[in-house]
């Protein structure tokens, strides 16, 4: 196949765009739509400092090289924070990759693990869920301590903005399980530019939202950056598994459902953000911003009974 702009050999055919982009092409139209993004939605000022979480995957290795590439034209700096987990088998092996990519950039990363701040690696703690027969699935434990040593980190290093690898897919598959769950709070903080209460959170962006999934694997592919392609073990069986399978099937006979879905919860998501608490709490036992009485983390630690 050959490239519709170009003629030269086609890498990718975008079946929503009904056009097939050669590697040239392609890296240029993927770094346009990432800038595009970030002026459309004002996820960046000049002067800010950019903490961007990273994994050793795809995602937030194409984000990292991004941001990087273009820092100076944005007037930014940028750090990388990786979360350890402690999964065994799966970031083990993803961290050296991060490690490799950071050092390649020249980008400073902090690695902060669940073991040192929460005193249990996730591993540790599903046993602990199964054994006591919890209803808490390993990637709420996950996402709850994750998003805050995240939150932690980026206040130490004083960043200004959290920026986090969500592709066109993950939005969407966010967006359909908080409909499916009922859950309008946590659908009301989605967006590429979530809402935070100013001063109280480091403001969160996701530079990567209009750009699918596949695309950004092949990106980091042909920028031959250093990635981590495993899943995590935990990943298959959870609720996003579930949400993920369906929409993709839905996308290979509907094509554009993903786009759909995003653009669509755009329109209504200042509608939704209405229902958001407008003032917030702090956690009676560790003083972190919530609106709950107890936050979260707390609530899973008293569960798992870690002091
Ligand atoms: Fe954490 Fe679940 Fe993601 Fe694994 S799949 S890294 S457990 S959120």
Not at 125 to 147: A, D, H, Y
Not at 230 to 243: F, I, K, L, M, T
Not at 296 to 307: G, P, Q, S, T, V
Request: proline share 4%; aromatic share 6%; with cysteine.
């Amino acid at each position: 196949m050959q490239c519709s702009l170009c003629k030269a050999k086609a890498v990718i055919y975008r079946k929503y765009e009904g056009r097939a982009l050669c590697k040239k092409h392609f890296l240029e139209s993927v770094e346009k739509k990432f800038l595009k993004t970030i002026r459309k939605y004002e996820l960046l000022e000049r002067g800010d400092k950019v903490a961007v979480g990273i994994s050793g995957g795809k995602d937030s290795a194409t984000l990292l090289y991004l941001l990087s590439k273009f820092q100076d034209k944005l007037g930014i700096d940028v750090e990388a924070i990786l979360i350890n987990e402690g999964i065994q088998g799966y970031r083990n092996l993803t961290i050296p990759y991060a490690e490799k990519l950071a050092s390649k950039l020249k980008i400073p990363l902090h690695i902060v693990s669940f073991k040192e701040q929460i005193g249990k690696d996730l591993d540790e703690m599903v046993k602990i869920s199964q054994k006591e027969k919890l209803e808490l699935t390993p990637c709420t434990i996950c996402g709850v301590f994750r998003r805050l040593l995240l939150e932690k980190k980026a206040r130490e290093i004083k960043a200004t903005k959290l920026a986090i690898g969500h592709n066109l897919d993950d939005e969407a598959q966010s967006i359909l399980a908080n409909y499916f769950k009922g859950d309008l709070i946590r659908a009301a903080r989605l967006g590429p530019k979530p809402h935070v209460i100013e001063g109280v959170f480091v403001q969160r962006i996701k530079p990567l939202i209009d750009i699918p999934e596949k695309e950004v694997a092949l990106y980091a592919l042909l920028r031959n950056l250093p990635v981590d392609f495993a899943e995590c073990p935990y990943a298959q069986g959870s609720y996003r598994w579930d949400v993920r399978e369906l929409i993709n099937n839905f996308e290979l006979k509907h094509t554009g459902t993903k786009q759909n879905i995003v653009r669509t919860y755009e329109k209504i998501m200042p509608c939704i953000r209405e229902s958001l608490p407008k003032t917030i709490n702090r956690c009676e036992k560790c003083s972190m911003p919530t609106s709950r009485r107890i936050c979260k983390a707390c609530e899973i630690k008293e569960l798992l009974n870690i002091d």
